[in-house]
């Protein structure tokens, strides 16, 4: 197959959410994640947010409230995401539950592969019911 392109790496995508203050308050409160807002590039008077990592990020719309252009069938809820991290997962995981959030798979670290081979992972739902990993 010839391809058109190459792929190099991802800049940002986008999550879907009910409620923009739970979803930035979870991803910086376990992911470290920092918030960030820009203007809409159609309208200077309209704010998006985002949330920071690395060199990437997410963007997010409101629900019933996205922006043009969007996937065609958007809903909250419907991702399935995973981030590497710089942490010890035993630690991430005693962290979780220190807070209370409910850690699937039993509660444990899981051994799971990635797009760069083993991964020790822990599963969490995000305010939306998106799973992360």
């Avoid at 959410?17 to 376990?30: C, K, L, S, W």
């Avoid at 807002?37 to 008077?45: E, G």
């Avoid at 252009?69 to 962290?95: I, M, R, T, Y």
């Avoid at 979780?96 to 850690?103: A, E, H, K, P």
């Amino acid at each position: 197959m010839v391809s058109i392109c190459k792929a190099k790496s991802l800049d940002h995508f986008v999550l879907t959410v009910r409620d923009i203050a739970a979803t930035i308050q979870f991803y910086g409160e376990v992911l470290g994640m920092q918030h960030a807002s820009f203007a809409a590039p159609t309208d200077p008077n309209i704010t998006r947010h985002a949330l920071r990592f690395g060199s990437q990020k997410i963007n997010l719309h409101q629900s019933g409230k996205e922006f043009e252009p969007k996937a065609q069938n958007v809903q909250p809820g419907s991702g399935d995401l995973c981030f590497l991290v710089e942490d010890n997962v035993e630690e991430v995981l005693k962290s979780l539950q220190g807070l209370g959030i409910d850690v699937l798979e039993g509660g444990k670290v899981v051994e799971r592969t990635g797009a760069q081979g083993k991964l020790r992972s822990v599963y969490v739902r995000d305010p939306d019911g998106n799973l992360v990993e």
